[in-house]
């Protein structure tokens, strides 16, 4: 094996040495050299154990526990191989995944106290600042150790994901996101528009998910990402119609905050938060205002009478990811007897047709093709205008009716033909 390990700088402006910069790059290299020498024996090729799927992890407790990306044990399977830099293999197996948030765990079955790394705060690293990416770009080889890439933090907080202009490659996937004090703030997801375009999951991810995840549990669909959208977006779970300056709510999925609190279909949001309600836009733009956890007060006309309600908004991940499900199918409330598609929309998505978020698996809709990151632009030959247009279009029918729907999909439309469902 090759001693020296790869250095890559990462792009970031060209600046001239002021008096004290050349003390500042030394601290940074001594740093960075600490680091590698004390995080690189954790840094794990992951591979499956019948599949040729390879990616990388890093290892984050004595006891073998796994640090990596959902996809990467999707496609590896449940058996795995885990090899580390010096060339050792050990047996492993996956673990839970949010597939929303392509975060995976996975665990060494093999006895033994294995060289580990500590995970840090992601919710503390500011644009700008310096990070070190590791992984095993193209697959593990016995031929040199992980390749370390120096780079900055570009982004924060779009789509959930940390950016950096660190440049990662395949097999890179899963590998370990480190800030300067050698902890785990991130790890590799996805490449950007290019190769020092890069996404990763935030560590905070993993810890609101651990319990879940170690137990086994998967959830959540990788085109939620692909659509856009925040994860940690605050949600009340409702959809929502507008007319003469009166908000109405179309329909309030199940088992989401607005139903526990008890908003009905059909309910007139007077005021949020304090303030008078006349557009949709009130609405959505104070809940973004928000964050999820957070109580938020809600006065409804319900038949004339006035009704106030305490609403505990929940992350848009939760939402998607089970929340608003009940015995399996994506329905509202009320809603008996009506027709079903099984999607989730996005009551809050901006300009025309109706984005799909998620797709129930086993719907009407994901039998017939519709796919999470679809924009909905007609449903039965009418042109649909945003999420609630869609609900009430699909309320038009009855379950059993095939209708023609009409998808953009990557830029390119699409047909499909949706038998809807009911109870």
Same mark, same amino acid.
């Given at each position: 094996?090759?001693?020296?390990?790869?250095?890559?700088?990462?792009a970031?402006?060209?600046?001239?040495?002021?008096a004290?910069?050349?003390? %500042? +790059?030394?601290?940074r290299?001594?740093?960075?050299?600490a680091?590698?020498?004390?995080?690189?024996?954790?840094? %794990?090729?992951?591979?499956?154990a019948?599949q040729?799927?390879?990616?990388?992890?890093?290892?984050?407790?004595?006891?073998?526990?796994?640090m990596?990306?959902?996809?990467?044990?999707?496609?590896?399977?449940?058996? +795995?191989?885990?090899?580390?830099?010096?060339?050792?293999?050990?047996?492993?197996?996956s673990?839970?995944?949010?597939?929303?948030?392509?975060?995976?765990?996975?665990?060494?079955?093999?006895?033994?106290?294995?060289?580990?790394?500590?995970?840090?705060?992601?919710?503390?690293?500011?644009?700008?600042?310096?990070?070190?990416?590791?992984?095993?770009?193209?697959g593990y080889?016995?031929?040199r150790t992980?390749?370390v890439?120096?780079?900055r933090?570009?982004?924060?907080?779009? =789509?959930?994901?940390?950016?950096?202009?660190?440049?990662?490659?395949?097999?890179?996937?899963?590998?370990?996101?480190f800030?300067l004090?050698?902890?785990?703030?991130?790890?590799?997801?996805?490449?950007?528009?290019?190769?020092?375009?890069?996404?990763?999951?935030?560590?905070?991810?993993?810890?609101a998910?651990?319990?879940?995840?170690?137990?086994g549990?998967?959830?959540?669909?990788?085109?939620?990402?692909?659509?856009?959208?925040?994860?940690?977006?605050? =949600?009340?779970?409702?959809?929502?119609?507008?007319?003469?300056?009166?908000?109405?709510?179309?329909?309030?999925?199940?088992?989401?905050?607005?139903?526990?609190?008890?908003?009905?279909?059909?309910?007139?949001?007077?005021?949020?938060?304090g303030?008078?309600?006349?557009? =949709?836009?009130?609405?959505?733009?104070?809940v973004?205002?928000?964050?999820?956890?957070?109580?938020?007060?809600?006065?409804?006309?319900?038949g004339?009478?006035e009704?106030?309600?305490?609403?505990? +908004?929940?992350?848009?991940?939760?939402?998607?990811g089970?929340?608003?499900r009940?015995?399996?199918?994506?329905?509202?409330r009320?809603?008996?007897?009506?027709?079903q598609?099984?999607?989730?929309?996005?009551?809050?998505?901006?300009?025309?047709?109706?984005?799909?978020?998620?797709?129930?698996?086993?719907?009407?809709?994901?039998?017939?093709?519709?796919?999470?990151?679809?924009?909905?632009?007609?449903?039965?030959?009418?042109?649909?205008?945003?999420?609630?247009?869609?609900?009430? +279009?699909?309320?038009?029918?009855?379950?059993g009716?095939?209708?023609d729907?009409? %998808?953009?999909?990557?830029?390119?439309?699409?047909?499909?033909?949706?038998?809807?469902?009911?109870?």
């Amino acid at each position: 094996m090759l001693p020296a390990t790869i250095l890559a700088l990462c792009a970031a402006p060209a600046v001239g040495l002021a008096a004290g910069s050349i003390d %500042v +790059l030394k601290e940074r290299e001594r740093k960075v050299k600490a680091l590698v020498a004390e995080a690189m024996p954790a840094v %794990v090729a992951v591979v499956g154990a019948d599949q040729p799927a390879t990616g990388s992890g890093v290892v984050v407790s004595a006891d073998g526990l796994i640090m990596t990306a959902g996809h990467v044990t999707d496609a590896a399977g449940q058996e +795995l191989t885990i090899i580390f830099p010096d060339g050792r293999s050990v047996k492993g197996r996956s673990l839970g995944a949010n597939r929303s948030r392509d975060a995976g765990l996975a665990k060494i079955v093999e006895d033994g106290e294995w060289p580990h790394v500590e995970i840090g705060d992601s919710g503390a690293v500011e644009l700008g600042d310096w990070v070190v990416a590791m992984g095993h770009p193209g697959g593990y080889d016995l031929s040199r150790t992980p390749p370390v890439r120096l780079g900055r933090i570009v982004n924060k907080g779009q =789509m959930g994901m940390l950016g950096s202009d660190c440049t990662l490659v395949g097999g890179d996937s899963g590998g370990p996101l480190f800030d300067l004090d050698g902890k785990v703030v991130g790890i590799h997801s996805s490449i950007g528009g290019s190769l020092a375009e890069n996404r990763h999951v935030p560590s905070s991810v993993f810890e609101a998910d651990w319990d879940r995840m170690v137990a086994g549990d998967v959830w959540g669909n990788l085109g939620m990402m692909a659509a856009g959208v925040d994860p940690d977006r605050p =949600m009340l779970g409702v959809q929502m119609a507008e007319a003469d300056s009166r908000v109405t709510l179309g329909g309030v999925l199940p088992n989401s905050p607005a139903e526990k609190a008890g908003l009905q279909a059909g309910d007139v949001i007077l005021k949020i938060g304090g303030g008078e309600v006349g557009l =949709m836009s009130d609405v959505v733009d104070y809940v973004s205002s928000q964050k999820a956890g957070d109580e938020v007060e809600i006065v409804v006309d319900r038949g004339g009478e006035e009704k106030t309600f305490s609403i505990e +908004l929940v992350r848009w991940a939760d939402l998607a990811g089970g929340l608003g499900r009940r015995g399996g199918e994506g329905e509202r409330r009320g809603a008996a007897g009506r027709a079903q598609f099984g999607v989730l929309l996005d009551a809050e998505a901006e300009g025309d047709g109706a984005t799909v978020h998620e797709v129930v698996e086993g719907s009407p809709a994901d039998e017939a093709g519709v796919e999470a990151g679809d924009l909905v632009l007609e449903i039965g030959g009418k042109t649909v205008g945003d999420a609630a247009g869609m609900v009430d +279009l699909i309320g038009g029918h009855r379950p059993g009716d095939e209708v023609d729907v009409v %998808v953009l999909r990557g830029g390119e439309k699409r047909e499909l033909k949706v038998t809807l469902g009911g109870e």
